[in-house]
């Protein structure tokens, strides 16, 4: 059971607009935390998309952007592709009994 | 820039193991460095994390008291003591560093990663 909570998938077809959720509580996002979110391609480690909510390191194209609000954050992607299918993962900071540093469990993404 | 983990390897319940992460490419010094696995078909789990000069130390409910994290600035390495090994701690364990400098605590984003290594716990 990860502290934030991701949908264990979506899908969408090929340059359509998809957005992955990560709920969180008054401990981490709640808590004006940041949230970051990473893909994982198969077989690879994973590689940060966007950082501190909504900014994206630089390589990373403009279709991937996020945003946050209250206890959530949401992750969106346009034009989608089909190297997009992937994992993608949020993170933040728990002040609570949870720990440091949590991570959501994760969002597979499949293009149609 | 580049962290490359070594240590990996099969290891029976109860017995120990230690991992290295190399860095290269940036100023040691300056970045944190975090440990995170990632057990077989699951998802990502922070398991501890250092601060930029070692001074603190940061560590999962799932691992605290069996694993010590440490660095050593003459050799831009990271190491990660694992005790008491269990059957749950089997996974590919990667390092990571913070985006910005001087990060202490798990506030940030991990800009750099390694390819991981693979630590199996069985009998």
């Known amino acids: 059971q990860s502290v934030l909570t991701q949908p264990p998938s979506v899908s969408g077809a090929p340059g359509q607009r998809v957005t992955i959720s990560c709920t969180g509580t008054s401990s981490n996002i709640g808590a004006n935390y940041d949230v970051h979110w990473y893909q994982q391609l198969p077989g690879t480690a994973p590689k940060v998309l966007i950082y501190d909510n909504n900014n994206r390191p630089s390589g990373v194209p403009d279709r991937f952007s996020g945003s946050k609000s209250g206890t959530s954050a949401s992750l969106a992607i346009s034009g989608l592709q089909a190297e997009d299918e992937a994992d993608y993962y949020c993170?933040?900071?728990?002040?609570?009994?949870?720990?440091?540093?949590?991570f959501g469990g994760g969002t597979k993404l499949t293009v149609l | 820039v580049q962290l490359v983990e070594s240590g990996g390897g099969v290891v029976q319940p109860g017995r120990s193991l230690r991992l290295s992460c190399a860095a290269s490419?940036?100023?040691?010094?300056?970045?944190?460095i975090h440990w995170v696995r990632q057990a077989p078909g699951k998802g990502l789990e922070w398991v501890t994390g250092?601060?930029?000069?070692?001074?603190?130390?940061y560590y999962a409910d799932s691992v605290k008291g069996r694993f010590t994290i440490s660095r050593d600035s003459s050799k831009n390495t990271v190491y990660i003591q694992m005790n008491s090994l269990r059957t749950e701690d089997t996974a590919v364990y990667y390092c990571?560093?913070?985006?910005?400098?001087?990060?202490?605590?798990?506030?940030?984003?991990?800009?750099?990663w390694g390819q991981g290594t693979v630590v199996t716990v069985s009998s």
């Open positions: 993170q933040s900071y728990d002040s609570g009994l949870s720990g440091y540093v949590v």
């Open positions: 490419g940036f100023t040691f010094s300056y970045y944190a």
């Open positions: 990571a560093r913070d985006l910005p400098t001087y990060g202490d605590g798990g506030y940030y984003a991990m800009s750099v």
């Open positions: 250092i601060s930029y000069d070692g001074t603190n130390k």
